[in-house]
């Protein structure tokens, strides 16, 4: 499974971004998806997931209530809306992927998209 990641920028503080991963391969209803990023400095941290198969999702507290994350099996593309963005949720987001299994409560993942740049100013 490849990964790839899109739609970061730059955005004021109380704004929205909409990132999206898109996957090639097959049997992406069936794969475990979910979003990390990592701050300057910081170790890399978990934002949210989604499950294959029940689509149900998780999200660190950190952004619970102003991220969502969603996925388009058609598509094979998964998406994480973003509002009321604060400047320290500025990172690089990472999407990963793992075969529906354990990722999804381990969040451990088994691929992981190069990143994009999400950059919130004050």
């Known amino acids: 499974v490849q990964l790839q990641a899109s739609g970061g920028g730059l955005v004021q503080a109380g704004g929205s971004l909409r990132l999206s991963c898109a996957a090639s391969?097959?049997?992406?209803?069936?794969?475990?998806l979910g979003w990390f990023r990592q701050a300057p400095g910081k170790e890399r941290e978990f934002v949210a997931a989604?499950?294959?198969?029940?689509?149900?999702?998780a999200y660190a507290d950190s952004v619970k209530g102003r991220f969502t994350i969603s996925r388009d099996n058609a598509k094979n593309t998964m998406y994480l809306q973003m509002n009321s963005l604060k400047p320290e949720d500025t990172a690089v987001y990472y999407c990963?992927?793992?075969?529906?299994?354990?990722?999804?409560?381990?969040?451990?993942?088994?691929?992981w998209g190069q990143g994009t740049q999400v950059t919130v100013s004050s």
């Open positions: 990963a992927a793992s075969p529906y299994g354990s990722a999804f409560l381990r969040r451990t993942y088994d691929y």
């Open positions: 391969g097959r049997s992406f209803s069936n794969y475990d």
């Open positions: 989604i499950r294959g198969i029940t689509g149900s999702t």
